[in-house]
């Protein structure tokens, strides 16, 4: 069990540019998580999937916002034409459904994103 | 929809003192409940959960006991130390929701030697 990977662990970026961040997730997990916390705040949730589908999206993610998982393994989250008001901490987390359905969610450390 | 409401921090503490960290939760159905704590530079990481009403749950000298009645969740820890300095995140989820955590806003902790 090595953990859900993250990558990069900081990104800084000018306004308007795109950005893509990539989760692994742990090895035999097929629900993965996607979280933006900002400072100050706990984490909000933004999507998640089981296996490559795409189950929900939060209101919180904007057309600008994309995610996909295309073989059920690793994620990536794309924003487009970043604001400075996407500055935040994006975490990914994963679990096993089937399991015990209240089994914790495991987390990465996190891709910070820092829009000038 | 469901939310978590934490007291606001920080919340600073002398070593080997009572530590009590409130969280009360809205939520539809029946919903596992959750301590997360994040140790500064690091990830979230699951310190203590409860599944049911009245099961406590405890990890590293911190309890939680599940409170239907009053829909509460708090944290507890007779004796500090200068390493439980955090922050710290109640959180619920609910299996007709996908099982995605619902967090409350964090409390830091400080607790000083």
């Known amino acids: 069990d090595t953990g859900v990977s993250q990558d990069p662990r900081h990104k800084i970026t000018k306004r308007g540019q795109n950005v893509t961040f990539r989760c692994d997730p742990i090895?035999?997990?097929?629900?993965l998580y996607w979280y933006r916390q900002t400072l100050g705040q706990g984490p909000e949730f933004l999507t998640y999937?089981?296996?490559?589908?795409?189950?929900?999206k939060s209101r919180l993610l904007s057309d600008r916002f994309s995610a996909e998982r295309p073989k059920g393994s690793f994620s990536t989250l794309e924003i487009q034409r970043t604001e400075q008001g996407d500055s935040a901490m994006y975490l990914c987390?994963?679990?096993?459904?089937?399991?015990?359905?209240?089994?914790?969610?495991?987390f990465g450390n996190g891709t910070r994103l820092t829009v000038t | 929809g469901d939310s978590v409401t934490q007291m606001e921090g920080p919340v600073t503490l002398s070593e080997e003192a009572f530590l009590t960290i409130n969280c009360t939760y809205t939520a539809t159905g029946y919903p596992s409940l959750f301590w997360y704590v994040q140790y500064p530079g690091e990830g979230l990481q699951l310190l203590l959960k409860?599944?049911?009403?009245?099961d406590k749950g405890s990890n590293k000298g911190f309890e939680a006991t599940y409170r239907k009645e009053t829909t509460s969740f708090h944290l507890e820890k007779g004796s500090v130390q200068v390493s439980d300095s955090a922050v710290y995140f109640c959180?619920?989820?609910?299996?007709?929701?996908?099982?995605?955590?619902?967090f409350g806003g964090g409390t830091r902790v400080l607790v000083k030697p």
């Open positions: 999937f089981q296996n490559e589908a795409q189950l929900e």
């Open positions: 959180a619920l989820s609910e299996r007709a929701a996908g099982n995605k955590l619902t």
């Open positions: 409860a599944t049911k009403a009245d």
């Open positions: 987390a994963s679990r096993q459904s089937g399991s015990s359905y209240n089994s914790p969610l495991h």
């Open positions: 090895s035999e997990h097929n629900r």
